[in-house]
């Protein structure tokens, strides 16, 4: 028996690249013209029409959809009509919660025409069957949908997604990039400051100062805006895009049925190079990965702090940081700086003067550029004379080190279970337990870190002659070098290694000696005839 408000229906149409190759007959013109000459037939009084166009099945919160449920809950619909059970959604279990949970309570009628499916008639067998068929060909076309995106990705070309800024589709192929012509140049003008050792903060004041757009204010996104973040800015000189690569893949749905995106393993990333023109050259974006890699923090002095992040202690790998009060400029190992004591790990003090380290660091750069100038014409002949300057003790002493580091992450490991133990028996408190295993964990990340570098440049084949040419070059532009710049370290150096200060008397005089042992970018750490 059909009551009076079930005479005030509704009609709810949906469309969405789900639909496949039905997307012509199932367009929301001819899903009206059909369920409105229903409803006249059956004597159904339509009172308001809902449409989610371009909206997934797969999802429930689509706005038609939620403003229907509202007007269902105010009681002021009867009945809904839809093409067939695929229009109502792809998801099964919500399909299922909408037509047997929520229409029921809410004693709305529903209508799937082409289905043959009509709650007024009673309970429809076969809707269950059509409800999971509906949601496995959803899924199929999302599977379809991921293999040609992914089959873009490997090619280079683009498919969907914003625009990076600075770059804008091609108009005679929309799958690929060119620089925007208006923007171009300040991108290019934000690495050469970054190059050149400007921080983040200062390429902010650059680009506010000269009132150029955000991305967003760029895209339409926002309204007018030129107050830059450091965030948007380190994202720009950290995107490839700008030395001419494709990445792709960088994140996926949860499933078929959820929109939310998680970020993938980037070794699941698909990279593909020299897809479109750069913006700028891949040795200054290299430069820049180095710079704007280390920590940025407040400088209270006009000290200019060049070595900043290159510096580890031989002792215990740790970081050294400057220390500029009370006596000339030096640096201090950051773990004998900070600890105390219930840390675990421990170092001597110990610290390097800038003006000494500045002096060995100089010296080496102008003896390595002044050989790169000799044999200026002969490559193989300068990477010949390198590696036999390299002496059999230098690599041995490498060895040692890698020995000695394998010996304590091995000690480490025993360590940490044997705490993990007495934490589960109680012997030890969580209060007590979680800050030992935390320092213990941090060592042992460091010291596999440091066997990842010596094992890499024990391996390391001077004689190749693509990264050695591109240094070597690098080499012959500094032959007249009279200063250290941060800029020139980061392009030049990797890091530098200062050890302890030996102190020792000498005819009755204090003579102090220091190791700093200077790891150059692809030739490794130069032995002291260089």
Known sequence: MINQQQKLGAIYLRLSRDDGGDSESNSITNQREMLLRYASDKGIIVINEYIDDGVSGTTFDRCGFNRMVSDIECGKIGTVICKDLSRLGRNNALVAYYTEIFFVEKRVRFICVNDGIDSAQGDNDIMPFKSIINEYYAKDISKKIRSVKTLHAHKGRRAGGKTPFGYILNPDDKHYLIPDTRIAPVIKEMFSMAANGKTVGDI???????????????????????????????KILKNCVYIGHTVAQKHATVSFKSKKRIIRPESDWVEVKNTHEAITDEQTFNKVQKLIGVKQRANKSDFDNIFKGLLR????????????????????????????????RKCTTHHV?????????????????????????????????????????????????????????????????KLLEQNALGVISNERFVPLVTEYDSEQKALLARVG?????????????????????????????????????HELIDKIVVHERVVQRIEGKEAVEQEIDVHFKFLGLTPESI
Request: charged residues 30%; glycine residues 2%; aromatic residues 6%.
């Open 353 to 417: 003067r800038f003006a000494a380290l500045n002096e060995v660091v100089l010296r080496k750069v102008k003896k390595l550029a002044a050989l790169a100038k000799v044999h200026e014409s002969d490559l193989t002949e300068f990477l010949r004379t390198i590696r036999d300057s390299h002496s059999e003790s230098d690599v041995k002493r490498e060895q040692q080190e890698l020995e000695r580091l394998n010996t304590r992450i091995t000690e480490l490991d025993a360590i940490i279970k």
């Open 204 to 234: 902010r004041k650059y680009l506010v100062a000269n009132n150029i757009p955000t991305p967003s204010t760029y895209r339409g996104d926002k309204a007018e805006n030129c107050d830059w973040n450091k965030t948007s800015i380190t």
């Open 453 to 489: 570098e010596i094992q890499s440049k024990l391996k390391r084949n001077l004689a190749n002659t693509g990264e050695a040419a591109d240094f070597f070059g690098l080499l012959t532009k500094y032959t007249d070098i009279q200063e250290l710049t941060m800029p020139l370290l």
């Open 313 to 344: 202690c031989e002792t215990c790998g740790a970081s050294m940081s400057l220390r500029n009060s009370n006596r000339p400029p030096h640096y201090l190992c950051n773990t004998s700086r900070n600890q105390h004591e219930t840390s675990v």
